[in-house]
């Protein structure tokens, strides 16, 4: 059975039971009819469950995470229809945003809804023993070390609330947590995960030991502790459950975006979406469909494949024609519109800071959504791939000098795949190898702006960056108010 359809059967259920949405004033001040809590919930496996299915909602609404992600970065531009369409991305794109950014305030809600969530399993963990409970709370605390991830990357320094979810008035007197006391309750949570999960899940879409894995490898990878993350790494990479999509039977790479390619062997975590539950502007985050697919969607198109978007996030020449000619990537994770109009008789409309380049990755494909076809798209987010995990092995390897001739090995793997020739490199060439193949291989999925910050090239590479401020984002401005100070700024916002 797939969590997509249990998500379906849950949520509306679900939702009237857990909205904590971060340290929001506007909803902590909401008055609740029926609040369901300790003293009649939790009561069965059933409900730990339901609980359960609801953190992992809240996944779906990370979709802006992955389009800033990119804006942010080198990879690509802001676009859309005009200089004033969904202006908080047009403001990260030029690097001018401030702590008033409505896109800004939905990274730190949502992913803090995600904490909630989590938080409101463990916080009962111990009420009702049931067989397999370990997996429940293992998966919350992975969730919990997702969203708690997310949120460092983006913001540094957050408040931390234990096994408690945050109550009113605890943003008056529960301190933003040091980015090292962050990390180290991530590490913590995934390690649990990774002592208490298998490799195989119950129900395609939940967190296994290899998630678990990856996720501990990259936070691992974040903080420079490359001995770590190596051994992790390779820990998932020996235990052989993940292979390269494309590299055995009659799989095909060009494939792996596509709904074949959904949760693949090369899948280590996947956020799943589906095309079967519509919703609109007025709350996008109603949509059990990957909003950011319609978004990135060629502007006013006609043709073949494809369906009509909104052109935002569009990749540079640049980063374009960075592929060989004979990587059997180009094409498939860029897509060349003009090309692809004069072979297939396609039309569109050019948005603006048109650069002639969209993510075919996330495009949005002609299918059975219901709903508004650019809101209910049901392409899968594939969150870490065996690839990533690859290649940060490979940066593990090398930036610690620890195994060059490993390091080389794991790259090679991933080139070999773009039917690329091998390299012979070691030290600092290899690792500037290494970057450019992350750059390469995972454009357009969310990575590259952090992959810049953490290794200190952000400045030399983004447009209007400016050193010691942006590597964070500043903290929202209704979040300091609501704080009453208890929250300073970041640097320089």
Same mark, same amino acid.
């Given at each position: 059975?797939n969590?997509?359809n249990?998500?379906l059967?849950?949520?509306?259920?679900?939702?009237g039971?857990?909205?904590l949405?971060?340290?929001s004033e506007?909803?902590?001040d909401?008055t609740?009819?029926?609040v369901?809590d300790s003293e009649?919930?939790?009561n069965?496996?059933?409900e730990?469950?339901?609980?359960l299915?609801?953190a992992?909602?809240?996944l779906?609404?990370?979709y802006?995470?992955v389009?800033?992600?990119?804006i942010?970065?080198?990879n690509?531009?802001?676009?859309?229809?005009?200089?004033t369409? #969904?202006i908080g991305?047009?403001?990260?794109? !030029?690097?001018t945003h401030?702590e008033?950014n &409505? @896109?800004l +305030?939905?990274?730190?809600d949502?992913?803090?809804?995600g904490i909630?969530?989590?938080n409101y399993?463990?916080?009962?963990?111990?009420?009702t023993?049931?067989?397999g409970?370990?997996?429940i709370i293992?998966e919350?605390?992975f969730?919990?070390?997702?969203?708690?991830?997310?949120?460092?990357?983006?913001?540094?320094?957050?408040?931390l609330?234990?096994?408690?979810?945050f109550?009113?008035?605890d943003?008056?007197?529960i301190?933003?947590a040091p #980015?090292s006391?962050?990390?180290?309750q991530? !590490?913590?949570?995934?390690?649990?995960?990774i &002592? @208490?999960? +298998?490799?195989?899940?119950?129900q395609?879409?939940?967190a296994?030991k290899?998630?678990?894995?990856?996720?501990?490898g990259k936070?691992y990878?974040?903080q420079?502790?490359?001995q770590?993350?190596?051994d992790?790494?390779r820990e998932?990479?020996?235990?052989?459950q993940?292979?390269?999509?494309?590299?055995?039977?009659?799989?095909?790479y060009?494939?792996?975006f596509e709904?074949?390619g959904?949760n693949?062997?090369?899948?280590?975590?996947?956020?799943?979406?589906?095309g079967e539950?519509?919703?609109g502007?007025?709350?996008?985050?109603?949509?059990e469909?990957?909003v950011a697919?319609?978004?990135?969607?060629i502007?006013?198109?006609?043709?073949?494949?494809?369906e009509?978007?909104?052109?935002?996030?569009?990749p540079?020449?640049?980063?374009?024609?960075?592929?060989?000619?004979n990587?059997?990537?180009k094409?498939?994770?860029?897509?060349?519109?003009?090309?692809?109009?004069?072979?297939?008789?396609?039309?569109?409309v050019?948005?603006?800071?048109?650069?002639g380049y969209?993510?075919?990755?996330?495009?949005?494909?002609k299918?059975d959504?219901?709903g508004d076809a650019?809101?209910t798209?049901?392409?899968n987010?594939?969150?870490?791939?065996y690839?990533?995990v690859?290649?940060m092995?490979?940066?593990?390897?090398?930036r610690?000098?620890?195994?060059?001739?490993l390091a080389?090995?794991y790259?090679?793997q991933v080139?070999?795949?773009?039917g690329l020739?091998?390299?012979?490199?070691?030290?600092?060439?290899l690792?500037?190898?290494?970057?450019?193949?992350?750059?390469?291989e995972?454009?357009g999925?969310?990575?590259?702006?952090f992959?810049?910050?953490?290794?200190?090239?952000a400045?030399?590479?983004?447009d209007?960056?400016t050193?010691?401020?942006?590597?964070?984002?500043?903290?929202?401005?209704e979040e300091i108010?609501f704080s009453q100070?208890n929250?300073?700024?970041?640097?320089?916002y």
């Open positions: 059975m969590i997509k249990s998500i059967k849950k949520i509306y259920f679900f939702m039971i857990v909205m949405v971060g340290c506007q909803f902590l909401e609740e009819e029926y369901i009649n919930y939790f069965s496996e059933q730990y469950y339901n609980a299915v609801g992992y909602d809240i779906q609404s990370t802006v995470n389009i800033l992600g990119e942010a970065s080198d690509t531009l802001s676009g859309g229809e005009s200089a369409d #969904v991305w047009q403001q990260v794109d !030029e690097m401030t008033v &409505d @896109n +305030d939905d990274v730190w949502w992913n803090f809804a909630q969530r989590a399993i463990l916080e009962f963990k111990d009420k023993e049931f067989e409970k370990n997996r293992a919350a605390r969730l919990r070390a997702y969203f708690t991830f997310e949120l460092v990357k983006w913001f540094g320094p957050i408040p609330n234990g096994d408690q979810r109550q009113l008035g943003e008056q007197t301190p933003r #980015v006391e962050v990390y180290a991530i !590490e913590s949570d995934l390690q649990f995960a &002592d @208490n999960l +298998d490799y195989t899940a119950p395609i879409g939940r296994t290899g998630s678990a894995q990856a996720l501990l936070a990878l974040y420079d502790k490359f770590a993350a190596s992790v790494l998932l990479i020996n235990s052989g993940y292979h390269l999509y494309g590299t055995q039977g009659d799989e095909v060009t494939n792996l709904e074949v959904e693949s062997p090369e899948s280590v975590f996947e956020i799943q979406y589906t539950e519509g919703a502007f007025g709350c996008l985050q109603c949509s469909g990957n697919v319609g978004f990135q969607g502007r006013n198109y006609t043709g073949p494949v494809f009509s978007g909104f052109s935002f996030n569009v540079v020449e640049e980063v374009y024609n960075l592929f060989d000619d990587d059997i990537r094409d498939y994770s860029i897509l060349d519109i003009e090309a692809w109009a004069e072979e297939t008789g396609a039309t569109y050019e948005g603006y800071k048109h650069t969209f993510n075919r990755k996330y495009l949005p494909r299918n959504n219901v650019n809101l798209q049901p392409n987010y594939r969150a870490i791939r690839a990533d690859l290649l092995a490979a940066e593990a390897l090398n610690g000098g620890i195994n060059d001739q080389l090995g790259l090679n080139r070999d795949r773009a020739d091998d390299l012979n490199l070691t030290g600092a060439a690792t500037d190898a290494i970057f450019a193949e992350r750059r390469l995972l454009v999925e969310g990575h590259r702006f992959d810049l910050v953490r290794t200190g090239r400045a030399a590479a983004i209007g960056f050193p010691n401020k942006n590597e964070l984002f500043p903290i929202p401005l108010e100070g929250w300073e700024q970041n640097p320089g």
